[in-house]
């Protein structure tokens, strides 16, 4: 068994194409018409044709995007951000930073998919050492074991 893609139902393909090469930077790997693969095992499913696979109405799917989320690690954090507040972003909550110290955002596709990207790990670990924390402060701060925050000094 392997796991492959993660799969999310739009209404309107060709806007969520868009937003999310204009948002993530993904891109278009196979294109079926009403099913899209993006770079990062992302699939978008129109409703349409969704509700034609399981057998029910496009009017019976309900729509409620707040009970899970699609999420995302950024390297260059700041960067995106930045390019997050120049664009139409309706957003969940601005950048926060969790207990544990990784800086995260959350906002709506345009569906109303929850998306969030976070700081990658291994620059919240290098963001802390850089500040004079030694490892062990790292690891005592991020509430994880030392062999972690070695591993991302790596």
Not at 86 to 91: A, G, Q, S, V
Not at 122 to 139: D, I
Request: aromatic share 10%; proline share 3%; hydrophobic share 40%.
């Amino acid at each position: 068994m392997k796991m492959k893609n993660t799969l999310i139902v739009v209404k309107d393909i060709k806007k969520s194409i868009r937003f999310y090469a204009d948002v993530l930077g993904l891109r278009v790997v196979t294109d079926f018409g009403a099913n899209v693969t993006l770079t990062g095992g992302l699939s978008l499913q129109t409703v349409e044709s969704w509700a034609e696979f399981i057998d029910v109405s496009p009017d019976d799917l309900g729509w409620c995007g707040k009970v899970g989320e699609v999420y995302f690690e950024e390297e260059n954090f700041d960067e995106f951000a930045d390019k997050l507040s120049t664009l139409d972003i309706n957003y969940v909550h601005p950048v926060k930073e969790h207990g544990w110290g990784q800086r995260v955002v959350r906002f709506y596709d345009p569906d109303g998919h929850i998306i969030e990207v976070g700081e990658s790990i291994k620059n919240v670990v290098n963001r802390f050492l850089n500040s004079g924390m030694t490892p062990q402060k790292v690891a005592e701060r991020m509430d994880v074991p030392v062999k972690v925050v070695n591993a991302c000094m790596r």
